[in-house]
């Protein structure tokens, strides 16, 4: 009798401490593989290109990515991660992320791409300072095919005019994509952009897309307003089409490379520059500035009028006043002239 209560007490003692294993090893389990796991405030981890698997789980410890690195690590290692290999990328990180999740997106590659988003870009070297800060080739890489002749040439551009191909607007587009690649994403979306109807429109007033780009570059360096912007295209077209200097101060503010100029004066007008349309006739070379969709929208959809000179309202509201002849463009001048004396602006 006594043998069997000892029998049985023993049945219970090792029924016990196999259930306790059990619950120990699936919440173990549970904290491995299924539990949040993240850990810093960080929105996103960064795998670069080429990156050692090593390394990239040093910084996860490091930079304190996860809760518990040996747990993560142990479910790396469970899950193969290494044989299969980490995926460069941009990861999304939140913090009811599992190990399981994490390690999953980090072997597959699920990465979030980057919403890229650009306007108001003045000029090349800004343009790729924005591309290195949000992808991850940098910005000197984007500025040399910017600049690469060859490549402009291959999308149908020069190396003047190729700053026109860029449509600003909000491209998804992975972090750790080729810079080539990207500059092709850039050019599929610039063949959408010019459809047949934007093309018959730039035939209709004799310009190719590119010269309607440079021209709308300049619409956008003098308005301020974008419902002045049909208006004002209007007004270079009437001159293009007369022969006669486009005379736009934006080309001289760009021709000079100073733009904190405020007030365009005879000094800056001399400048050799075939950027200065006070000494050059026709288009420049290429755009002043990218110009956006507005602006190249408000040159194939242009106010129709006699208006060939305009001057900036003397109230700074950024309006302008129109004119057909030089007697009338002289009075509004005059005005314009007396307000910015009156504010002591002198350059």
Not at 150 to 163: M, Q, S, T, Y
Not at 196 to 206: C, S, T
Not at 234 to 261: E, H, S
């Amino acid at each position: 009798m006594a043998t069997n209560s000892k029998k049985s007490k023993t049945s219970l003692y090792i029924g016990l401490l196999i259930l306790v294993l059990g619950l120990t090893a699936a919440g173990t389990a549970y904290f491995m593989f299924m539990a949040p796991s993240i850990a810093t405030d960080e929105e996103y981890f960064y795998v670069k290109t080429d990156e050692p698997y090593a390394d990239v789980m040093k910084r996860i410890e490091s930079e304190g990515i996860v809760k518990n690195s040996s747990l993560f690590n142990y479910a790396a290692k469970f899950m193969d991660l290494e044989k299969t290999g980490i995926k460069a990328g941009r990861y999304k990180l939140s913090k009811d992320l599992s190990n399981r999740r994490f390690i999953g997106n980090l072997r597959a590659g699920y990465q979030d791409a980057v919403k890229f988003r650009f306007q108001n870009i003045r000029l090349k070297e800004n343009f790729a300072g924005l591309l290195g800060k949000e992808f991850e080739a940098d910005s000197l890489a984007f500025l040399n095919l910017l600049n690469d002749e060859a490549l402009a040439e291959k999308h149908g551009f020069n190396k003047d005019n190729f700053f026109t191909m860029f449509i600003p607007n909000t491209y998804e587009i992975y972090w750790n994509t080729n810079p080539k690649e990207i500059i092709e994403r850039f050019s599929k979306e610039y063949e959408k952009f010019w459809n047949a109807d934007r093309k018959a429109k730039a035939a209709a007033l004799n310009l190719s897309p590119q010269e309607v780009s440079v021209l709308a570059s300049i619409v956008k360096g003098e308005a301020l307003h974008v419902d002045e912007m049909p208006k004002i295209a209007g007004l270079y077209l009437n001159r293009l089409k007369k022969g006669m200097l486009l005379q736009a101060d934006p080309t001289v503010i760009f021709a000079n490379n100073d733009f904190t100029i405020r007030r365009v004066l005879n000094k800056h007008l001399v400048i050799d520059n075939p950027y200065n349309t006070y000494r050059f006739k026709g288009l420049p070379p290429g755009p002043i500035m990218m110009p956006s969709i507005a602006s190249i929208d408000a040159v194939l959809n242009y106010d129709h009028h006699e208006y060939i000179y305009m001057c900036a309202k003397d109230d700074f509201s950024g309006y302008h006043l129109f004119a057909t002849n030089v007697a009338e463009h002289q009075i509004n001048a005059r005005k314009f002239q007396k307000a910015l004396d009156a504010r002591n602006i002198k350059k």
